[in-house]
């Protein structure tokens, strides 16, 4: 059962933004990304390969657990998270209303689970980069034989995501920051929020007097400052919650 109020201000919204996280995406098989360590990987640590330090150190590793998650995000489907986000999108845009998704994940799944409208804070598995000449690959097939891949200039391709220290991509982090510093509802979904800027993406969305929602099984450093913060999972919140909020 959910608080009245918030429905009511999910109904009325005039515009919402929702910012996904690692948490979204679990439902479908996905390890989070402070659990992404299973297997024969549980001995690193995910903050320490998610570096352009530990890629220039050791290139092979770091391919090889880049691929191994990009294969393995290709066996995963959308789940009922997702599904509900993309309904929501278009039960704003038939009311003419903004929604705009803004996601730290590298999975892609909002997009396979028909959203138009994806902002990618932290690039994606499945663009892989020259270091060198900068040409861009999009990498979907089997595994790779070689780590890391080369590109046709010879030089080393990386994965396209942002690892700690290096810049978001300007054109997304500058939508983000837009459609946060002015959206009447900012939901924070399955992100342990302390992963920055993304995690101030809601500190621009409290300073417009925006409401903000947390859906997350744990307790956050947001948790205490959301308007309401619901313990549970994305994927049996969100489609409960939405049909009633486009009705
Ligand atoms: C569920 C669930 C279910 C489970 N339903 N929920 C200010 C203060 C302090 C530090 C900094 C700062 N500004 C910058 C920094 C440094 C750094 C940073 O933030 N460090 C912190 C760790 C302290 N930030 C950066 O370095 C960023 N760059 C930058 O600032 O550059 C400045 C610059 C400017 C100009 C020129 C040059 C530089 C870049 C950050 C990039 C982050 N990249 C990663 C890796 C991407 C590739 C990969 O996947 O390997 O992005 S790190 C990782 O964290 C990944 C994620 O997108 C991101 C966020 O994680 P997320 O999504 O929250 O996942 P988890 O695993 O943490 O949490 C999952 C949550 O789900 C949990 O809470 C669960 O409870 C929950 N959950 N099941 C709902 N069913
Ligand atoms: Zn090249």
Redesign the pocket.
């Known amino acids: 059962m959910f608080h009245g109020e918030l429905l009511d201000l999910m109904c009325a919204a005039n515009s919402i933004v929702a910012l ?5 995406s ?2 479908s098989g996905i390890p ?5 360590m299973t297997g024969l990987w549980a001995r690193f640590n ?2 320490e ?2 570096t352009p330090q530990a890629f220039a150190k050791d290139p092979q590793l770091v391919s090889r657990w ?1 691929d191994q ?1 990009r294969c393995d995000v290709l066996k995963c489907k959308p789940n009922a ?1 997702h599904i509900a986000l993309a309904r929501l999108e278009e039960t704003c845009r038939q009311k003419g209303r903004p929604f705009t998704l803004i996601t ?3 999975d892609r799944l909002h997009r396979a689970a028909g959203l138009q409208n994806v902002v990618e ?3 994606n ?1 499945f663009t892989w980069r020259c270091i060198d000449c900068g040409g861009e690959a999009d990498e979907s097939g089997p595994a790779f034989d070689d780590h890391p891949p080369r590109c046709e200039c010879g030089g080393l391709r990386r ?1 396209g ?8 991509p300007r054109e997304a982090l500058l939508k983000a920051q837009r459609a946060s510093g002015k959206c009447a509802l900012f939901m924070s ?12 993406l809601v500190d621009l969305a409290l300073q417009y007097g925006a409401n903000v929602l947390e ?4 307790q ?1 450093p947001l948790s205490r400052r959301a308007h309401w913060s619901l313990r ?4 049996e919140i969100l489609p409960d919650l939405i049909p009633r909020a486009g009705s």
Do not use: M
């Open positions: 996904s996280g690692a948490g979204v679990a439902e989070t990304f402070r659990d992404a995910p903050e390969l998610a880049y998650r998270g730290q994940n590298v804070l932290h690039g598995l994965p995501v942002v690892w700690f220290g290096e810049a978001l979904l399955g992100t342990s929020s302390v992963v920055y800027p993304a995690a101030a859906i997350n099984p744990e956050t549970g999972k994305c994927g």
